[in-house]
């Protein structure tokens, strides 16, 4: 029993050890009570980084997400669980199990690929029963990790190449080894603050012998440096000791990354697969070939949709992996990007991937390759892989997966068939060399048969949705888009007795996606957005799709789009929409034609224009929900705009935020919804390596603002709402989560539970139903029921004893399951309860009951139920007396009005609620229930099977 509540959010009114106690029970048992549903989707993927298959168990198969965790099958993919979603960090650069004792595993933690959302980790996490427990056995501070490998016969020996930050010099990067299996930790070779290992591998038959990739490379929000001289492969024989760097054979210069693999069977066969970027060697007159075949569509700078040719060391374009065209009705997803037309001189002539192999253990090595390998951008692949069996065979990781039977002399790039692009991982069977597992920025997929067909195991949610939006429906549909995998529209729950599966997810735009918004006044006009400005309109009917993005008037400086350019459709005026380029612009009819209405926005600092990622953009826009006439503008270089006059005056707010470093990326701009003074504004350090929260108010239009981030999590924050019927709860997603405030941000807590460690970058409370509809970029979509953050409050939690308003029930229609007998395979969501719902709270535990009881309209009482008398948030769904063998069954109550009396002690609370028609419904047919008994005894069994997980 925990002592009543007096002040529960202030610290200054009890001890310590009360206010401790206090936070606790918030966090736990108020807060944490209410329960997430995912609604995945798993139709696409995620990015895949890893994959590692037990070698006494090829059944048992653990697959690493670049921002979703890691999964578990032993099923050989039937089923697949996640088994690391509790620990601090969910970004996944490697996994390696000790082949000497299979239980152990070593997790290194953070994305080794390079790419804007590429996570950082916490150095390296430990398993000695196969994934169930996991311990951090060092290493923070290495951010990245690019491979681990263990000892043939001492699980207790590692090695880890550790590339460290992606956007800042640090002093951890480096090799590293432990021989105590991580208690304690050695860097084996460091070079420099820049220069990082990205691989690593391991002679199976003489374990002293160890070869290892440095790169040197650093990202900034306007430019990357993807090579330098400190890249190279080294080799050591005496287990780590000493390494020698190995130049026989091999370029110099400008390096980027390099992969390394061996055969298993003959491990003196070794390949690299390295990315030279020096120029390319002037062509003979008789060579007519403009480009090489195998260099990707992400090479060809556009002129003004994607990111720009470089500079300097001969750099080139730093445009999306995988980049689609937006609303192309011809395009195939699925058809080889790299062999599509370009622009003749997009590009600069480098020499690009080589591969190599050396037949002594690494000492020498001999160029296989004639033309340039696996596609671009090499930052994001740069891996090898061989036959265990067959030392001649090889296939690169890249755009398409490229596949060689003459040790790497020719090449063929068919082995993923009808499978997405952007290659990442890729194992090979050592008993069949024609069983493989492989992974994509799409997920995953198995192949029997060498890479002619493979089965799609779409179980895995692992959807990275950059920004997220709602309609008006019955039921909802929740829009993202995501990257790498277009723009999708997601039903927030099903119509009938099955919960939402494949089938219901329908793609709405292409590209990477980003912002997705519906026409207020025709909802069957979408608007979605890909990389770099790609807008689009799309009617969901017709088909019909038009191009959008604005376009420069003659004469003024190229528009400058962020990867994600900001997208508002005003509340005010449905065909008024704005898009933010270095400027504000603004449509009247719906996208058709475009009017500017701001100055340059940015710093348009030349330095980051020279740069080769376009910058100086505007990366938020928010209209006032109080005046059509007032905007709020953040950009990607620090600036905050604001005009009241519906841009024909602009006012520069940038200096009135104090404690955050100068230029950092403006996150989110957020009007509230109950004061036309009050918003919210938020900076991200994530391309800074800076981990702090930056989140601000104002509530006085603008004049002062002062900061909130308080007791959030050290975490950049990506998004800030107001709860659109309470303005005391606000909701930030953060890179691990989200947090959750019920006193205006004065304190913080996170919010639900069954949400696993991940990037938030979007979340909204739907306009008409209480529920959070959360984006994350790593999981999918999660929705959490909200019904009591509308009122509660400090003086609720000071109270004894409060009931909230119901939320109300809804009917679902009559269906048969498309397919009779599905097995275990195809996924679904979480099943949404149809059942009215009567949350109450107390504040401790009480020895009196708390009755609900639920009446009709004549007063017929109808459910009477006994809640849980322990302090803290409950809820009790309306369900029917128990049938056959006790089981509790959902109420299928006729559609209409209704009353709940909610009673603890001498106190009661009584409210009106309703239940929802279903589909062909009339509010209150009092013939709806006819079916019901039915209905329960056809779908007891299917909604059983439809709760199994992924």
Not at 827 to 841: E, I, L, N, Q, T
């Amino acid at each position: 029993m925990r002592p009543a509540f007096l002040t529960v959010l202030s610290v200054l009114a009890a001890t310590p050890v009360a206010a401790q106690s206090d936070r606790e029970f918030v966090r736990n048992d108020v807060l944490g009570a209410m329960s997430w549903r995912t609604l995945g989707p798993t139709t696409f993927g995620g990015r895949i980084v890893d994959i590692e298959v037990d070698p006494t168990n090829r059944a048992r198969v653990y697959v690493a997400a670049g921002s979703g965790g890691l999964f578990k099958t032993d099923n050989a993919g039937t089923t697949f669980r996640p088994i690391f979603d509790d620990q601090a960090v969910v970004s996944i650069g490697d996994i390696a199990i000790a082949p000497s004792d299979p239980n152990v595993l070593y997790v290194g933690t953070g994305e080794a690929n390079n790419q804007r959302s590429s996570y950082w980790g916490d150095g390296v996490y430990k398993s000695t029963d196969a994934g169930k427990t996991w311990t951090h056995v060092g290493l923070r501070g290495t951010d990245h990790i690019g491979r681990i490998v263990v000892h043939p016969t001492n699980p207790d020996r590692v090695y880890v190449a550790a590339l460290g930050a992606l956007y800042s010099p640090n002093e951890e990067r480096g090799l590293y080894r432990t021989v105590d299996g991580g208690a304690s930790w050695q860097c084996v070779q460091h070079i420099d603050e820049d220069t990082g290992f990205v691989d690593v591998i391991i002679d199976p038959e003489n374990p002293d012998t160890l070869l290892a990739a440095s790169y040197e490379r650093r990202r900034r929000a306007w430019d990357f440096d993807e090579s330098g001289p400190g890249s190279g492969v080294w080799r050591s024989t005496d287990g780590g000791n000493e390494w020698t760097r190995i130049e026989k054979g091999l370029p110099g210069g400008e390096i980027g990354r390099i992969g390394l693999a061996l055969c298993a069977t003959d491990p003196s066969v070794v390949y690299t697969i390295i990315e030279n970027r020096n120029p390319r060697p002037p062509k003979k007159k008789d060579d007519k070939k403009a480009v090489d075949a195998s260099a990707s569509k992400d090479e060809a700078g556009k002129k003004e949709d994607g990111e720009k040719a470089g500079k300097g060391k001969g750099k080139a374009p730093q445009a999306s992996p995988g980049a689609y065209e937006p609303f192309d009705p011809d395009y195939d997803e699925y058809a080889d990007r790299e062999e599509e037309d370009e622009a003749p001189g997009a590009r600069r002539k480098l020499v690009g991937g080589e591969v190599y192999r050396s037949d002594d253990g690494g000492e020498t090595w001999k160029k296989q390759s004639t033309k340039p390998v696996a596609g671009s951008p090499h930052y994001y692949y740069g891996q090898v892989r061989v036959d265990p069996n067959n030392a001649n065979r090889l296939v690169t990781l890249g755009v398409n997966a490229w596949h060689s039977n003459d040790a790497g002399k020719t090449w063929k790039s068919d082995f993923q068939s009808r499978l997405h692009v952007d290659c990442h991982a890729l194992w090979i069977d050592p008993r069949d060399s024609k069983h493989s597992w492989i992974g994509n920025d799409g997920g995953l997929a198995e192949t029997w048969d060498g890479g002619k067909t493979w089965r799609y195991v779409n179980q895995l949610p692992l959807a990275q949705f950059y920004e997220i939006g709602v309609d008006d429906r019955v039921p909802y549909t929740i829009y993202g888009g995501t990257q790498d995998n277009g723009s999708w529209a997601i039903p927030s729950r099903s119509t009938d007795s099955f919960a939402v599966g494949h089938d219901d997810t329908i793609k709405v735009g292409g590209g990477d996606g980003f912002y997705v918004r519906v026409d207020p006044e025709n909802q069957d006009i979408v608007y979605s957005e890909s990389q770099f400005g790609g807008l689009g309109r799309m009617n969901l009917v017709t088909g019909a799709r038009a191009r959008l993005k604005p376009r420069a008037p003659k004469g003024s400086p190229k528009l400058r789009f962020n990867w994600n350019s900001p997208l508002v459709v005003s509340a005010h005026s449905a065909p008024t929409i704005y898009f933010g380029s270095q400027y504000v612009h603004r449509s009247r009819n719906r996208g058709d034609d475009w009017e500017i209405i701001s100055a340059d926005l940015t710093t348009n600092d030349a330095d980051k224009l020279a740069g080769d990622v376009p910058h100086c953009t505007i990366t938020q826009i928010a209209e006032s929900p109080h005046d059509a006439d007032t905007l709020l503008v953040g950009t990607d270089d620090g600036n905050v705009w604001m005009t009241r006059t519906g841009g024909k005056r602009w006012i520069d707010l940038t200096d009135r935020f104090e404690g955050v470093p100068p230029r950092l990326w403006v996150s989110r701009v957020e009007f509230s919804a109950s004061d036309s003074k009050t918003a919210y504004v938020s900076f991200t350090g994530y391309r800074e390596d800076i981990r702090e929260p930056y989140l601000f108010l104002t509530t006085d239009g603008g004049d002062s603002f002062r900061s909130i981030s308080n007791d959030l999590p050290k975490a950049p924050v990506n998004v800030v709402r107001e709860h659109p019927r309470n303005p005391n709860v606000l909701f930030v997603g953060h890179e691990f989560g989200v947090a959750c405030s019920v006193d205006g941000g004065a304190s913080w807590y996170p919010l639900g539970n069954g949400l696993p460690t991940t990037p938030v970058h979007d979340l909204l409370v739907h306009p008409r139903e209480d529920d959070l509809v959360v984006g994350t970029h790593g999981r999918g979509i999660f929705v959490l029921d909200i019904t009591p953050l509308a009122e509660l409050d400090e003086s609720i939690l000071a109270k004894s004893f409060h009931a909230f308003r119901p939320r109300d029930g809804f009917r679902r229609g009559r269906a048969y399951q498309r397919v009779r007998y599905p097995g275990a395979a195809p996924w679904r969501a979480d099943r949404v309860s149809s059942a009215a719902k009567f949350s109450y709270y107390l504040s401790e535990d009480s020895d009196d009951a708390v009755e609900i009881t639920v009446y009709d309209a004549a007063e017929r009482e109808l459910f009477t139920s006994r809640g849980e008398s322990t302090a803290g948030l409950h809820t009790v769904e309306w369900r029917s007396a128990s049938r056959g063998g006790g089981r509790r069954r959902a109420a299928n109550p006729a559609a209409g009005d209704y009353l709940v009396v909610v009673e603890h002690g001498r106190a009661f609370a009584e409210y009106r609620f309703r239940v929802l028609p279903g589909p062909g419904e009339i509010l209150g047919d009092p013939s709806a229930n006819d079916e019901d008994e039915q209905l329960d005894e056809e779908t007891e069994g299917d909604e059983e099977a439809s709760d199994i997980g992924y």
